[in-house]
Nanobody, 127 residues
Framework: QVQLVESGGGLVQAGGSLRLSCAAS????????MAWFRQAPGKEREFVAA????????YYADSVKGRFTISRDNAKNTVYLQMNSLKPEDTAVYYC????????????????????WGQGTQVTVSS
C-alpha cells in the first residue's frame, strides 16, 4: 500500500506559478499511474492531470492544458505538477492520487481509476 504526501501549495497572485510535489512511500512507485485532482469549495473533485507508469503518456483537463505540466521521477518516488499562468479559478485543494490497476485515455480522468490518495495541499490564487 502506498502513502502519498503533497507539498508546495500556497498563496500566489494571478499569473504566477507554483510547483506541487507528491512523495510516495510504501509501494513500488513505478507500478502506479499517478494523477492530480482538485476540489474547490462546494464543488466536486475534478481531474487535473495524469501520467502513465513510465511517463510516456500524459493526460490533462481542458481547463489546465497548456498551463500545467505533470512529471514524475521514479528514482525519487515523486510526481510533480508545475502550474503556470495561474487563475483565481484554479483555487482549490489539490490531491495526489495513485492507481495500480492502470488506465488509458479517458479512463485516467476518473477518480475511480485511483486507489490511493494524499491529504491534499491548498492552492489559493488571488486576483
Amino acid at each position: 500500500q502506498v502513502q502519498l504526501v503533497e507539498s508546495g501549495g500556497g498563496l500566489v497572485q494571478a499569473g504566477g506559478s507554483l510547483r506541487l510535489s507528491c512523495a510516495a512511500s510504501g509501494g513500488t512507485f513505478s507500478r502506479y499511474t499517478m494523477a492530480w485532482f482538485r476540489q474547490a469549495p462546494g464543488k466536486e473533485r475534478e481531474f487535473v492531470a495524469a501520467m502513465s507508469r513510465s511517463g510516456g503518456s500524459t493526460y490533462y483537463a481542458d481547463s489546465v492544458k497548456g498551463r500545467f505540466t505533470i512529471s514524475r521521477d521514479n528514482a525519487k518516488n515523486t510526481v510533480y505538477l508545475q502550474m503556470n499562468s495561474l487563475k483565481p479559478e484554479d483555487t482549490a485543494v489539490y490531491y495526489c492520487a495513485a492507481g495500480l490497476r492502470g488506465c488509458s485515455g479517458y479512463g485516467c480522468y476518473s477518480r475511480y481509476a485511483y486507489e490511493y490518495w494524499g491529504q491534499g495541499t491548498q492552492v489559493t490564487v488571488s486576483s
